[in-house]
């Protein structure tokens, strides 16, 4: 059944439901669903006078527990259930923790998150820890808890669901979809995203490729990928051994999905480039400033790239632009916290507050 | 348009789009919008086998700001847009501040957002300042505040956007409609929602009312409105001087809705009753844990008066029921890491790990 079909019939029934037989899930297996996906594509109107380009932003941050990784983690869990595990595991400390407890209590599973000890903000594992996941902190470093959640599949009791699992980047392919069909049935010119661990640049890649057939289109669009420029790897060519950056979703040293980002820029005849922080943050509050919409600061990644290329005039005039805002920004409250003060109090008369607001 | 129209042409425009006929928006205002409404009905299957029921989850944190309060804050604000004004003013410290601040953000007005000072967190005013509000702190109580945005209103220079606003209620009605379509055409036996200020269950039963006309049916559901224990002054039948309850979001003691909320209970059979804020916490954490839903600690009161009815035998076994979870849990970051810790770490060895996964 396709979106479209489903929008007919007056339900969104989630990425399963919607795109299975795109997806490679085994016969039978269940719909495991919070009604992901279907994610509004807001046009970008001052932005887009900006860059002089058609600017969509395809807010990802609406996936119900604020990232991306719901369109991939539902048919990953959905396939760990089709294949009798019981029991999910991942190393996180971000995103992928939170999406994955959250799709484990609806399936019924248990869910282990692994991380490294210390260093770990109780925050950024709340979503976690309110959905019932077991947290395990090691003593060791990222790298060892990667290794205990592959040895835990290993042993065939569990399902790792980390973006090495194939059905991750299944599900994520599936944005290429819902673009095209919100577009009224043609790719973008240019589809602009963050690039940190690369699933889903690699993923984005697929779904345009598989969409040549699916809708029948002619093309595919020019993929821009942005790499916060402490956590280069692939702009540099090289392991980034301390990866740093205020945009933490993308604070990745070594992408696992290295070779499908850089296939996907040859491949599409884009690009893979560096933004500073202060570009990412200028973004960031330029999107929420002018455009009503509030994502993660690594969400702006790709705006900041965006605004670089119009800067080197390397924007084609008019092109039609999606660029993805991976996540929500209430997911990340702190920084948004370091970035706004609360200005000083006035006398509670018309004549001390209506100055404040140019009246 | 209908919203099935709107599903067919693969775009949904957004609450004013979908439903702009039934709005009393004046001819010729534009249309606001980042894309709100048309947010999921996810089944609640475990909480239904424990109340005997098909209980479904109208989940409004996947508004754009993460509350409900942006189905009615496009609407006045595309009214503010069509009567000239160039400033929306309200009175908030929490989820209608963040709406108001990314709507004047996207219809480029100003936003003031008058609060008072003191006893003010950061992050709850965090959305409403990154969105580029101005936050005027004054001299006095909340009242003091209202009052201020009141006399601004009155110059003829501002809009008020608080839900005294009229469009605001007009615009929170379409979730009515939007789980009539959902449910197939037909309204649900009960609605379960939290009652804070009031609005909300107005808007519902308003909604529901004209639904009997748009979509020719032949009933209305029975509205239960939950109220915190420590806040509840329409089960009291009395103002609440100093409401008292974690569920900050409906922490109101003189509800602005309150003749609105004691009609749809009384037209529609239904009842208006409190809930301990233990019962909203049990409530809270067992979305998220059984669900997969994470919603703020207020939006559970509805499921807290739900699980009180089961227990009381006064759940009709099989009814449709519909609870309103009317914000994202990532609204209250303070509040999820109250309630959760992070376990001791282990030695990062299979043998150390696998045991804390059952395994």
Known sequence: MTMDALRRSGAWGGVVEAFRERLALPAGAPTITLLEGNTPLIPA???????????HLKFEGMNPTGSFKDRGMCVAVSGAVASG????VCASTGNTSASAAAYAARAGLRCGVVIPEGQIALGKLAQALIHGASVIPVEGNFDDALGIV?????????????SVNPLRIEGQKTVAFEVVEQLGGVPPDIHCLPVGNAG???????????????????????????QAA??????????????????????????????????ARDSSGG????????????????????????????????????????AAGEVPPGATV??????????????????????????????????????
Request: glycine share 8%; with cysteine.
């Open 85 to 88: 595990s019981k029991v999910i």
């Open 322 to 359: 999606v660029v993805t805002l991976t996540g929500h920004g209430l997911k990340d409250p702190d920084r948004v916290v370091q970035e706004i003060e609360l200005p000083a109090s006035v006398r509670a008369e018309l004549d001390a507050v209506a100055p404040r607001l140019g009246l």
């Open 150 to 162: 592959r040895e835990l599949a290993e042993t065939g009791e569990a399902t790792l669901v980390n």
């Open 271 to 310: 690009t893979i480039e560096a933004v500073t922080d202060a570009e990412i943050l200028d973004a960031y509050r330029l999107l929420a400033s002018v455009e009503g919409v509030f994502c993660e600061p690594a969400s702006a990644a790709g705006v900041a790239l965006l605004l670089n290329k119009a």
């Open 200 to 226: 889903n640049i690699t993923a984005a890649w697929l779904g345009y490729t598989e969409a040549l057939e699916v809708y029948g289109v002619d093309r595919r669009p020019a993929m821009w990928g942005a």
């Open 230 to 263: 402490g956590a280069a790897p692939i702009v540099r060519g090289e392991r980034v051994e301390r990866p740093q950056t205020i945009a933490t979703a993308i604070r990745i040293g070594n992408p696992a999905s290295w070779d499908g980002a850089v296939a």
């Open 45 to 55: 109107p001052t932005i887009g006078d900006r860059v002089g380009a058609d600017v």
